[in-house]
Nanobody, 125 residues
Framework: QVQLVESGGGLVQAGGSLRLSCAAS????????MGWFRQAGGKEREFVAA????????YYADSVKGRLTISRDNAKNTLYLQMISLRPGDTAVYCC??????????????????WGQGTQVTVSS
């Protein structure tokens, strides 16, 4: 069982930066593939980024490449999402998620077993 709690969201102007954190409970945090997803008002949840447990390989949605960076600290059981050059289109509730290693694409929402409640990110123009 894994419990996830996000923090770090807030209101920022376009071009600004934020760093989101996701604190995980559970002794096997390092065994899970971790992802960030976001959901804007009236839209479906979409994949943002993911990181594997073993090699630390990272994956990004095209819309965030070069601006968002996912990382993890297994010793602290914490997942991060560093966001720079934020745009109004990045406004959404950001959730972290966890799953055991799988052959399914890391961006597939339904493949994740555990989800946090989310943290709101609002980017003003």
């Amino acid at each position: 069982q894994v419990q996830l709690v996000e923090s770090g969201g807030g209101l920022v102007q376009a071009g600004g930066s934020l760093r989101l954190s996701c604190a995980a409970s559970g002794r096997t945090f390092s065994s899970y593939t971790m992802g960030w997803f976001r959901q804007a008002g009236g839209k479906e949840r979409e994949f943002v980024a993911a990181i594997t447990w073993s090699s630390g390989s990272t994956y990004y949605a095209d819309s965030v490449k070069g601006r968002l960076t996912i990382s993890r600290d297994n010793a602290k059981n914490t997942l991060y999402l560093q966001m720079i050059s934020l745009r109004p289109g990045d406004t959404a509730v950001y959730c972290c998620a966890a799953r055991l290693p799988s052959g399914l694409w890391v961006g597939r929402t339904a493949s994740y077993d555990y989800w946090g409640q989310g943290t709101q990110v609002t980017v003003s123009s």
